[in-house]
């Protein structure tokens, strides 16, 4: 049996507010496989403020793309689509029927990264205007409980208007619980505790967040709130610039994009610092910098054993018409066991994924840095872990027993080895 579904892409252009329609999405699936068919309108290509949707698939021009990979969703509109948590609770609020993929774009509520909507009219709705509220953090947080928990009781005492209120967020990736909150500066991304965390996970990232900084790294910005006696952290989105007639949106597009990879364990091959390094010297509009930032993220990875730095995590902003590398986000300490090796998520020099300085030295030309220059770089962020992991940690208010809890993800051994190499 053959389902076709199609919808219409839109965008709000570098400086503007609203959307407009950019163009039409079809998605086929058969028994065979799925594709994905995507055109740009003509009145979008000869608007004087029209832009592509990412910087390498979908140029802007009157071609036919069509995509046969990652079940025929292309990087930029994959990008847009729920993950882990986000599907869990449109499973929920759908009421446990079956979803088709594409449902899962179209069930996503108007906040998700980038500047890009979905919908069946060829007209774009108006802009969101009303988003949860900071004050409303307490119900949303027994809520995502609840939803994590599976526990009708919990979920009854929170009503379902609040459930719905858990769908903003979803569209925004990731697996951990979040949802999208408005303060009176802008919109942050709310990532909630889990009852089953072995430590103070918003504590810590805040903490993470801070440290990365401290080491010249630019990280999202972030603050603690706590709620109903527990902490929440709220990462400030990058993708979203308030002006009095609304939201400004910058387009994002993520490594995964970039690396025209996918999230399969046969595609981790593509999985590479180096390679992003290269697509990246091709779309940034300031490559040198860009790429100095991300080998010095890539070597604070290292130090903070931050393991799950794939694709996912690291992403490119059109805050106008040029693209960059985004802020940095979504950093943790995994405090393994192994002190000899440990391996990034992505390759980080010619001996693979080894969280090493000799290796992370090896490709120092891959991010435009002679050998001197990324030695330094990397040795100032080991040193400054060194020295201010624990003053980070502490400010961020990690009790003493989690600062215990994670304190081998710093600095493991293994990343010293071969250092006269
Ligand atoms: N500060 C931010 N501004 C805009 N988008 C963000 C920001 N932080 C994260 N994102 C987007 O949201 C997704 C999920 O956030 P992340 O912190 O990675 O959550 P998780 O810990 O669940 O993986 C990211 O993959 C990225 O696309
Ligand atoms: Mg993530």
Redesign the pocket.
């Known amino acids: 049996m053959t389902s076709e579904r199609e919808c219409f892409v839109y965008i709000v252009p570098p400086g503007a507010t609203e959307f407009v329609t950019a163009g039409r999405f079809r998605w086929i699936e058969d028994s065979a496989g799925a594709v994905g068919r995507f055109v740009y309108g003509r009145s979008y290509r000869e608007r004087a403020d029209a832009v592509e949707l990412d910087p390498v698939e979908l140029r802007l021009s009157g071609e036919v793309y069509e995509t046969a990979r990652m079940q025929g969703f292309f990087g930029a509109i994959r990008?847009s689509m729920p993950d882990f948590?986000g599907r869990r609770v449109i499973e929920r609020n759908a009421g446990f029927t079956e979803l088709a993929e594409f449902d899962y774009l179209m069930e996503g509520p108007d906040d998700r990264?980038g500047a890009l909507g979905f919908g069946l009219n060829v007209e774009p709705p108006a802009p969101r205007r009303r988003f949860n509220r900071t004050l409303e953090l307490a119900r949303l947080q027994t809520a995502a409980d609840a939803l994590i928990a599976d526990d009708p009781e919990l979920a009854g005492s929170v009503g379902n208007q609040v459930e719905e209120m858990l769908l903003l967020g979803t569209s925004?990736?990731?697996?951990?619980p979040?949802v999208v909150v408005q303060d009176e500066h802008g919109l942050w991304?709310a990532?909630f505790s889990r009852n089953d965390d072995r430590w103070n996970h918003p504590r810590v990232e805040h903490g993470m967040l801070t440290l990365a900084r401290a080491c010249g790294v630019d990280a999202?910005d972030s603050r603690l709130e706590s709620v109903a006696g527990r902490d929440v952290l709220l990462?400030?989105?990058?993708?979203r610039d308030r002006r009095d007639a609304g939201y400004r949106r910058h387009r994002?597009a993520?490594a995964l994009t970039l690396l025209r990879a996918g999230d399969g364990h046969g595609e981790r091959d593509d999985w590479s610092y180096l390679l992003f390094a290269d697509e990246i010297r091709r779309v940034s509009a300031a490559p040198d910098e860009d790429l100095r930032e991300l080998f010095g993220r890539m070597c604070f990875n290292a130090a903070v054993s931050n393991l799950d730095d794939h694709p996912?995590?690291h992403?490119v902003l059109a805050s106008g018409r040029q693209w960059r590398l985004s802020?940095a986000?979504?950093l943790t300490p995994s405090p393994v066991v192994a002190l000899e090796r440990r391996d990034l998520a992505m390759i980080c020099g010619r001996s693979g994924r080894y969280a090493n300085r000799t290796n992370l030295l090896s490709a120092h030309g891959r991010f435009l840095l002679d050998q001197a220059e990324a030695t330094a770089l990397f040795d100032r962020t080991a040193r400054i872990v060194r020295e201010q992991w624990r003053t980070h940690m502490r400010s961020a208010g990690v009790t003493e027993r989690d600062r215990e809890a994670i304190s081998s993800a710093f600095l493991y051994d293994g990343l010293f080895y071969g250092n006269a190499g």
């Open positions: 990008d948590w990264a925004m990736g990731g697996a951990r979040k991304i990532k999202a990462v400030r989105r990058f993708d994002m993520s996912r995590n992403a802020p986000f979504d």
